[in-house]
């Protein structure tokens, strides 16, 4: 998305607007209510006509469902379509569902075609066919094509307002068709050459063309472009190539190469961000949710993991009944069996969490896996060492017997090497059955150090204290 800088923008003072901590001001929400309550389209444009797209997209939000829809009426055509792409998407899906099909084509019609396409993509075919219909013939070609990439795709995401000059154009040339040409893109950093069938041949920085002499051709200043990127491609591969070459901008071409949009690093910000997010909620297992989903929505979304869990749970608990003879003859081990298990649980995911961040960004890999892998061994190591002193002296201390404290201190070492292998091998290994580790890795490594915890320190006990199993 394109950010907007302009003297709209700073006409009114932000902390009207905003509170020092960034979150809206109540009392200007309540402006914005009462106007909306009393229909006064000239009071709302007064407090809300001019605010920049994310505040828009904010005041949304906070609005309730009934006042969006008027909210954007009484606004008329002042209101910035880009603000819903600044919204969650079932708080967008709902405004839309409650406005006319022509007046939001005719909303769209004034942002670029990656903010458009962004807008309609979620919503059904039948309005998206409806509002396409209100583009002009190539607008609407440009959009559903588009639309036609993957979801995940860089095609999805590209602009498709940008600037390409023949191969055979001067500098000259260029400068003055841009001077003159009415439907440029609103920013843009490259001008992009083709040959006569579209294909990219290269790119120009335009401050090489500020630079060069008016008579110099076009092609004698450009770059060959080598990191064009395609229109199929992953989004998150694209993001990852925009970051390791600190690109600005990028090409996006066919399967032909012919040059069909750019990306530029506003929307792979968006997408970099998409991305953390989703890693974020599945390694929680809540999904796709935003915060204004419903409670079925939320509730479905997340029961599926909890079912897993349970069975999981199930599991651990099996193991504790092997032992059950065992925890009778010595009540204490029933206190002490759940530090065992949770700081092997916290020890898995802190160590999950790297290899799930290393798989997503690719810094971890076959090269490297046998020399992470020796490094979490040895950390675990280290670390259930240290914690195993603390925790055998405070059970010795507690329960006034030395044995119980060498039992958990055992335990605790076998089970922070546990947790530091599983929780590297079982993203490694989802990853390379092709299942997502951020979504199924934490339930796996919870479960492998509650079984080997619980395991290994009443199996311990029973030994050391010659108890029944």
Wanted: charged fraction near 25%; proline fraction near 3%.
């Amino acid at each position: 998305m394109n950010p907007k800088i302009d003297d709209t923008f700073v006409e009114l003072p932000l902390l009207a607007v905003r509170e020092e901590e960034g979150h809206l001001n109540p009392d200007f929400i309540l402006a914005v209510e009462t106007a909306i309550d009393a229909e006064d389209s000239d009071g709302l444009r007064e407090l809300a006509g001019k605010l920049h797209e994310a505040d828009t997209g904010d005041l949304i939000e906070t609005l309730g469902e009934a006042q969006r829809a008027v909210f954007v009426r009484l606004l008329g055509n002042e209101f910035d379509y880009t603000a819903l792409t600044e919204t969650d998407e079932a708080v967008r899906l709902k405004l839309l569902e409650a406005l006319p099909n022509e007046d939001i084509a005719e909303g769209l019609g004034e942002l670029d075609s990656d903010d458009v396409v962004y807008i309609l993509e979620d919503m059904d075919e039948a309005d998206q066919a409806e509002i396409l219909d209100g583009f002009a013939l190539a607008d609407r070609a440009q959009l559903q094509r588009s639309l036609d990439y993957p979801e995940d795709s860089a095609g999805r995401r590209m602009q498709g307002e940008f600037i390409a000059v023949a191969q055979f154009w001067t500098v000259g040339q260029t400068i003055d068709y841009m001077r003159e040409a009415r439907d440029l893109p609103e920013s843009f950093y490259e001008i992009y050459v083709v040959d006569p069938g579209f294909r990219l041949l290269g790119a120009v920085a335009l401050d090489k063309i500020l630079c060069a002499k008016r008579h110099e051709k076009i092609t004698e200043i450009m770059t060959e472009t080598r990191r064009a990127v395609l229109a199929t491609e992953d989004k998150e591969e694209v993001a990852r190539r925009f970051e390791r070459y600190n690109l600005i901008s990028s090409a996006v071409v066919d399967d032909a190469d012919r040059l069909v949009g750019i990306l530029t690093v506003d929307d792979i910000v968006d997408v970099i961000q998409e991305e953390a997010e989703e890693d974020l909620r599945a390694l929680a297992g809540v999904g796709d949710e935003e915060i204004s989903d419903s409670v079925i929505t939320i509730a479905r979304s997340r029961l599926t993991w909890l079912v897993v869990n349970l069975g999981t749970a199930v599991l651990a608990s099996a193991v504790i009944a092997m032992f059950e003879d065992t925890i009778e003859a010595m009540v204490a081990l029933a206190v002490l069996m759940p530090i065992v298990a949770s700081m092997g649980g916290n020890a898995g995911t802190q160590t999950m969490t790297v290899a799930v961040r290393g798989i997503a960004t690719q810094e971890l890999g076959t090269r490297n896996m046998l020399r992470v892998l020796r490094r979490e061994v040895l950390v675990g190591f280290l670390n259930g060492t240290i914690l195993a002193l603390l925790i055998g002296v405070t059970a010795w201390m507690w329960f006034q017997n030395p044995g119980l404290g060498i039992v958990i201190g055992g335990a605790i070492i076998i089970n922070m090497l546990f947790a530091g292998l599983s929780g590297l091998l079982i993203p490694i290994g989802l990853d390379r059955i092709n299942v997502d580790p951020a979504i199924a890795s934490s339930v796996f490594v919870t479960t492998v150090t509650d079984v080997i915890g619980f395991f290994a320190f009443l199996g311990i006990a029973a030994l050391w204290f010659g108890l029944p199993i």
